[in-house]
């Protein structure tokens, strides 16, 4: 069974950066499409950033030129750089592996942008 675990999210003050990290185990997640998303309090979950197996890296206009995503496949891990938060980046992001047979989730990672 296919786990994906994130890390990395803490408090930070505005105009920080901090860089996520999502684990794979269980599966290779060079093979799966990779995305972030994340979800504020009372909000709807939204799309962060996603990364194909072709390398291909699409993102959010709210995050676009502030984060990128990557991956690490001899770690098979994927991370999300993210700098110059501002408050409206505080959610609870989430790592999620997808292709035409299985999909994953992870738990989440806390990031909180406050002074």
Not at 33 to 57: C, D, F, H, M, P
Not at 71 to 90: A, C, F, G, H
């Amino acid at each position: 069974q296919g786990q994906l675990v994130e890390s990395g999210g803490e408090l930070v003050q505005p105009g920080g950066s901090l860089r996520l990290s999502c684990a794979a185990s269980g599966f290779t997640s060079s093979s799966y499409s990779i995305s972030w998303y994340r979800q504020a309090s009372g909000k709807e979950r939204e799309l962060v950033a996603r990364i194909t197996t072709a390398g291909n890296t699409n993102y959010a206009a709210s995050v676009k030129g502030r984060f990128t995503i990557s991956r690490d496949n001899s770690k098979n891990t994927v991370y999300l750089q993210m700098n110059s938060l501002n408050p409206e980046d505080t959610a609870v992001y989430l790592c999620n592996a997808a292709n035409l047979w299985h999909n994953y989730w992870g738990q989440g990672t806390q990031v909180t942008v406050s002074s």
